[in-house]
């Protein structure tokens, strides 16, 4: 490029400065798009360094992930709202003790639904990480784990197919394919298929939420990390009434 093309490029920068500092509509949108872009970026850097669970960690996860979290808004509040839940359908939970400190803080974004970590006993983390395969291992005549197809980067438990007990409604649903639950590695919580009366137990005691996006079945569930022993005890119970609920059998 030579002097003439760099001076004639640098009069129209300078052209275009001034007529963006000499008119406020112009200045303000300038400003605006700025500010707008530096958010969805650093936006976009916190949601892949957390960890993007099922969703391609990309832009095209990212603008999908966008859209979703703009079109079900409405159903945010409706999340920790016992009430959009039955309570006359079957049902394998006692009594639920409410969460120490109630809710935890969810990250911001729809997907994937997590909550802002929370300290936990070391102890606590690693037998939550191997409860599925425990699970798996002492009923592998019903059970199975394999790679969660909703998460993507956890191992899944899955109801054996040829179990003749199996829950019609979960036969029939062709989203969640037979699936349990799966545990988060980043956050410690995890997601459980319940049935939409010990689904409602769980909000009630402020040990859980609807999953995100309503189009799923309405027993899929976040539920809240546990913090120590004694919690995943609890956890435990959620994973035997998930289990009861999609094969038919009690273990």
């Not at 996860?61 to 979703?68: E, P, S, V």
């Not at 359908?89 to 929370?118: C, N, T, V, Y």
């Not at 993507?152 to 989203?175: F, Q, S, W």
Request: positive net charge; charged residues 20%.
């Amino acid at each position: 490029m030579n002097s003439n093309a760099i001076e004639g490029w640098l009069a129209s920068v300078e052209r275009l400065f001034a007529t963006i500092k000499a008119t406020p509509v112009i200045s303000g949108l300038a400003v605006t798009v700025g500010l707008g872009t530096a958010w969805v970026i650093h936006d976009y850097r916190q949601w892949k360094a957390f960890g993007t669970g099922g969703t391609p960690p990309n832009v095209y996860g990212y603008c999908r992930m966008t859209i979703l979290r703009i079109r079900f808004a409405y159903h945010v509040p409706l999340q920790t709202n016992p009430e959009t839940l039955r309570n006359d359908g079957p049902s394998f939970l006692k009594a639920i003790p409410q969460r120490a400190g109630g809710r935890p803080r969810l990250m911001p974004r729809i997907l994937p639904q997590r909550q802002r970590p929370e300290p936990i006993e070391p102890a606590t983390h690693h037998k939550l990480m191997a409860l599925m395969s425990r699970v798996a291992s002492q009923h592998s005549d019903i059970l199975e784990t394999r790679l969660s197809h909703t998460e993507g980067t956890a191992d899944g438990l899955y109801a054996r197919k040829n179990n003749i007990n199996v829950n019609p409604i979960v036969a029939a649903d062709r989203e969640l394919n037979y699936e349990i639950g799966h545990a988060h590695h980043a956050d410690n919580s995890l997601h459980l298929w319940l049935s939409e009366a010990d689904a409602r137990k769980v909000i009630e005691a402020r040990w859980g939420q609807r999953f995100c996006l309503p189009t799923v079945q309405r027993g899929w569930t976040m539920i809240y990390a546990p913090r120590n022993a004694e919690e995943l005890k609890l956890i435990e119970e959620f994973v035997k009434a998930s289990v009861r609920w999609v094969t038919g059998v009690a273990i």
